[in-house]
């Protein structure tokens, strides 16, 4: 009697599994609705002259014009430019130096160490309009700001942290270090993790000072981590303006004006939501040249054939 054999076809996993693209089909959607679109949706209201009380939108190329040829856009700039600068330079300095006081200790099994974490974790989590809140009442040139009420017990004479123009950027910049320095050290901390103890081993054998190990040990394979880092804390720092904006509403003047709350103020207080996604726009611009200068120092990977 003949056994008659049925050869099954692919199931659906292995069919799936085959053309691992699908799986890809319900990110991309989500994707392209929530980001995507949002992202030629500002290119083309930059090519309007649209308004958030206005009903009419024409398409022109005036309001590009308007916005890039506005006289007060190069000191924005500038202010933003060393806002940054600042606060990049700022976050990764503290960031690591935390990150190695803390391998350190944990190296040689010093207590407190879990304590020192989560206390510069905790600044991390703090909205931006709360911390920009916080450092307002500790820069107070009031009789209860905390900072010029310490140097008034040293006789020292009290500083006009918020009012004068200088000063107000500086304060500007600590506020932000303060918060961001926990992500930093967070990046390096990993990465110390994962450098080869031998290699420290190695350089003691040798005679290597700690700084010579931190200079031709650390730092060198640090370079990766440095790199990525810069490229999230400048793109972070880039689009911050709730801490400001609560700390200094962008003054004196227009001292601490930087382009995020440039924008911010065009959109929602001079309606001008064409100007706003002209500036949007030019933020994404910044961004992505940044980025791509430093990706271009990253260590790249030899393939071997």
């Given at each position: 009697?003949?056994?008659?054999?049925?050869?099954?076809?692919?199931?659906?996993?292995?069919?799936?599994?085959?053309?691992?693209?699908?799986?890809?089909?319900?990110?991309?959607?989500?994707?392209?609705?929530?980001?995507?679109?949002?992202?030629?949706?500002?290119?083309?209201?930059?090519?309007?002259?649209?308004?958030?009380?206005?009903?009419?939108?024409?398409?022109?190329?005036?309001?590009?014009?308007?916005?890039?040829?506005?006289?007060?856009?190069?000191?924005?700039?500038?202010?933003?430019?060393?806002?940054?600068?600042?606060s990049v330079v700022g976050q990764q300095l503290f960031g690591l130096a935390i990150a190695l006081i803390v391998m350190r200790g944990e190296r040689r099994k010093l207590k407190g160490m879990v304590a020192l974490r989560t206390i510069v974790l905790i600044a991390w989590v703090i909205p931006g309009i709360a911390n920009g809140?916080?450092?307002?009442?500790?820069?107070?040139?009031?009789?209860?700001?905390?900072?010029?009420?310490?140097?008034?017990?040293?006789?020292?004479?009290?500083?006009?942290?918020?009012?004068?123009?200088?000063?107000?950027?500086?304060?500007?910049?600590?506020?932000?270090?303060?918060?961001?320095?926990?992500?930093?050290?967070?990046?390096?901390?990993?990465?110390?993790?994962?450098?080869?103890?031998?290699?420290?081993?190695?350089?003691?054998?040798?005679?290597?000072?700690?700084?010579?190990?931190?200079?031709?040990?650390?730092?060198?394979?640090?370079?990766?981590?440095?790199?990525?880092?810069?490229?999230?804390?400048?793109?972070?720092?880039?689009?911050?303006?709730?801490?400001?904006?609560?700390?200094?509403?962008?003054?004196?003047?227009?001292?601490?004006?930087?382009?995020?709350?440039?924008?911010?103020?065009?959109?929602?207080?001079?309606?001008?939501?064409?100007?706003?996604?002209?500036?949007?726009?030019?933020?994404?611009?910044?961004?992505?040249?940044?980025?791509?200068?430093?990706?271009?120092?990253?260590?790249?990977?030899?393939?071997?054939?």
């Amino acid at each position: 009697m003949a056994v008659s054999r049925r050869v099954a076809g692919p199931s659906l996993g292995r069919r799936l599994e085959a053309n691992p693209f699908t799986w890809l089909v319900p990110v991309a959607v989500m994707l392209g609705i929530f980001y995507l679109y949002p992202i030629f949706d500002v290119f083309r209201l930059g090519l309007t002259n649209a308004s958030l009380v206005g009903t009419g939108e024409q398409y022109t190329l005036a309001t590009l014009r308007a916005m890039l040829e506005n006289p007060a856009l190069g000191g924005i700039l500038w202010t933003t430019f060393v806002f940054t600068f600042g606060s990049v330079v700022g976050q990764q300095l503290f960031g690591l130096a935390i990150a190695l006081i803390v391998m350190r200790g944990e190296r040689r099994k010093l207590k407190g160490m879990v304590a020192l974490r989560t206390i510069v974790l905790i600044a991390w989590v703090i909205p931006g309009i709360a911390n920009g809140l916080i450092w307002q009442m500790l820069f107070s040139e009031a009789p209860f700001g905390a900072i010029n009420s310490v140097l008034r017990l040293m006789h020292i004479s009290p500083v006009a942290w918020l009012s004068d123009p200088h000063n107000a950027m500086l304060s500007a910049v600590i506020s932000n270090v303060w918060r961001g320095t926990a992500f930093s050290m967070i990046v390096f901390y990993a990465a110390l993790k994962a450098i080869d103890p031998t290699l420290y081993e190695a350089a003691s054998v040798d005679g290597a000072s700690g700084t010579q190990k931190l200079r031709f040990i650390t730092l060198p394979q640090l370079r990766a981590a440095i790199l990525v880092n810069s490229i999230l804390v400048t793109i972070q720092t880039l689009n911050t303006f709730d801490a400001i904006i609560s700390l200094t509403g962008g003054g004196p003047g227009r001292a601490t004006e930087v382009l995020s709350l440039f924008t911010f103020n065009t959109v929602f207080r001079n309606y001008d939501l064409a100007g706003g996604s002209v500036l949007s726009v030019l933020m994404l611009v910044i961004s992505l040249v940044l980025a791509l200068g430093y990706a271009s120092f990253l260590p790249r990977r030899e393939v071997s054939e």
